[in-house]
């Protein structure tokens, strides 16, 4: 069954709200068992979609799907939000417990996510430490046991749990092929717990300066692919997480099998990302023939003590970089979110004991890179002194220093507790890494390419 969104008096004159339009043309087609609802040229303004089994949005070229920027249309739902299940505001695009799902098309699906920021920052700005409005009140009456998880950065003591453009929650068989999402509140793209996703030939754009507008945010998923896309976005481009803290490690669900390939990222804070919720283990991630633009960090890996899991098995490969702050950032003292209080043990340089929340790293290859202007560092590596990174390997890689434009070699990643240097090579922190056939050019008169540290074991030939 095919209906378009005319038929259901759904007008694209960028001023009549088509919330009650969609809302039946969705309803038709769930009583048919399923179907595509086509939306034509035009700009169509609206409240928050929720999809189900066996449906396709498709939008024509020059179709735009604007959502109303209105938090009082984006109630409470249960959802998993900077790592932690929990109740947020409704994604703006939202299927749970659903399979068979495809968005596509030439269109547009804009977030509107001006006013968004605007609130964050302004919350921001005066110091907001806990709920005030109504819609803050309520989800922190239903996260009343939650408020001190551990957070990302993005406010959850405020309970301004902003909601993100597209999640799909528990999901299964997914895909977005061919359509541009712009101006997310939150992260844009967020499958969690789910398998069988396929994202292809799409167009991720915020501003540099819109906070955590992540691009794609896979989430303690299976079997993803992400092919031909393009992300330039104002936080990491595209992360992979698996749940934080003790409540990721009980929810157990790992993020395996991820194929990424074939895609330009630009100005986000990093390209690919690892992290830095990682309870749940990340293995088996392929990265290869990607382009990086001025990305803050090429290639990231993150956590910190607290956040639990193992990352393993990583491959990347034939990734081209130009104009990033750092090619490599493994980073395992991640400060942002960080509890204030707890800092002098999260970011301590002495051993603290192992136990289930101790985060460990290993078996992660990078071949083929080719980074140049590189504007802070060659690379950053550093480990826990009580779980030291295992088995991380460069080869045939050539990384090329900016002569003009530099910053400070502090800016190579967002740490804290760890020494800052002047020292542009490579810095190895608790490692065991092999090195070969690795060039660094354009450092410093004094500089080194591989700078060992403490507990840094590296092979170098």
Known sequence: ????????????????????????????????????????????????????NNITLELAQGAVLQFLPDVRRYPPVLTRWEGIVCFGMHPLIFAKDARNIVLKGGGTIDGDGAPWWASIRHKKSVHQSGPVEP???????????????????????MQFL?????????????????LTFRNSPFWTIHPVFSDHVIIRDV??????DAPNTDGIDIDSCTDVSVEHTTVDVGDDCIAIKAGAGDRGLREGKPSKGVNIRNCLFKQGHGGVVIGSETAGGISEVSVEDCRFEGTDRGVRIKTRRGRGGTVAHLRFSNLTMESVLCPVAINMYYRCGANPDGKAELFSLAPRPVNALTPHFRNIEISGLEAQHCRASAGFIAGLP????????MERCRIGMARHDRVSASESEMFEGIPETGSRGIRIRHATCRFHDVTVTGLDAGDEPFMLEEGAKADTT
């Open 1 to 52: 069954m095919t209906v378009t969104i005319g038929e259901f008096g759904g007008r694209g004159d960028g001023h009549t709200d088509n919330s009650k339009a969609f809302d039946a043309a969705f309803s038709s087609l769930k009583r048919a068992g399923g179907g595509t609802l086509k939306v034509n040229r035009g700009v169509y303004l609206t409240g928050p979609i929720e999809l189900f």
């Open 135 to 157: 819609i803050e009140i309520a989800l922190a009456e239903y996260n009343k046991d939650l408020v001190d998880q551990p957070s990302g950065g993005g406010g959850r003591e």
């Open 162 to 178: 902003r909601p993100p453009l597209v999640q799909f929650f528990q999901c299964s068989n997914i895909s977005i092929e061919g």
């Open 203 to 208: 167009f991720i754009q915020n501003p540099p």
């Open 386 to 393: 009580e779980a030291p990174i295992e088995c991380f390997t």
